[in-house]
């Protein structure tokens, strides 16, 4: 049990569908993250939210689109999606945001295994 | 730029071993390390976080080592067991312009043979 929990574990989509991923912690966290891990690359920050409100987005594409509706809750919502896009996408938390928070450690869930079609 | 190399990238040694892993930074104006373990289909598991001011941290059969002036860190696992074998995984927060952000090696997959 990490406390980081996402949903669903795997999902298969097609190119046109739209689907989001979920992200839940009950750590009593104020930061979440999103991270994409693909094949043979080093994990990539995506997103970064501080109290609901997003802090950092490291130049991903619009077909991805994050959403925190509170400090406990993240979301992805995904819409035409393009085969590269298939990867492990793994939300983490911590319970500050840096500078001052720069030494807590960030928690991770399982991840979601997508794969586009 | 920021980048973070781990060596080696695979590693297969016999149970009972002592054995370390590499990790290195260009910039070497951290915030803090941290080493990470990843099991299969799994997400990660913060081991060690080391801050900037710190030389070492230790934690049970674990001990990190960071030396920020030759951009470098090691992770040193006393006694492995088949139960270590994992991906390992090495990130640093930048110092300047600090927006959490971890940047990441690529890891070196351990494997602990029986």
């Known amino acids: 049990e990490t406390g980081v929990t996402q949903t669903p574990r795997h999902l298969v989509m097609g190119m046109t569908n739209k689907k989001s991923l979920k992200c839940e912690q009950h750590l009593g966290h104020n930061a979440m993250y999103w991270y994409k891990q693909s094949a043979k690359k080093p994990l990539e920050l995506m997103f970064v939210?501080?109290?609901?409100?997003?802090?950092e987005n490291n130049s991903v594409p619009s077909r991805f689109s994050p959403e925190c509706p509170n400090s406990s809750h993240l979301f992805l919502h995904l819409h035409t999606l393009q085969p590269e896009d298939s990867a492990l996408y793994l939300c983490?938390?911590?319970?500050?945001?840096?500078?001052?928070?720069?030494?807590?450690?960030?928690?991770f869930g399982d991840g979601t295994r997508l794969s586009i079609l | 730029k920021q980048e973070v190399t781990q060596i080696p990238a695979a590693l297969s040694v016999p149970e009972g071993e002592n054995l370390v892993l590499n990790c290195s930074f260009t910039d070497s104006a951290i915030y803090n390390l941290q080493w990470f373990r990843q099991d299969p289909g799994k997400g990660l598991t913060s081991l060690l976080l080391i801050q900037s001011s710190q030389r070492e941290q230790t934690s049970g059969r674990l001990n990190a080592s960071l030396d920020k002036s030759s951009g470098r860190s090691t992770l040193y696992i006393a006694a492995s067991q088949p139960g270590d074998s994992a991906t390992y995984l090495c990130a640093v927060i930048k110092g300047s312009g600090n927006t959490g952000k971890l940047i990441f090696g690529q890891g070196t997959t351990l494997q602990v043979k029986p």
């Open positions: 939210y501080n109290f609901k409100e997003q802090t």
């Open positions: 983490a938390s911590s319970k500050k945001f840096p500078p001052e928070g720069g030494n807590q450690p960030q928690h």
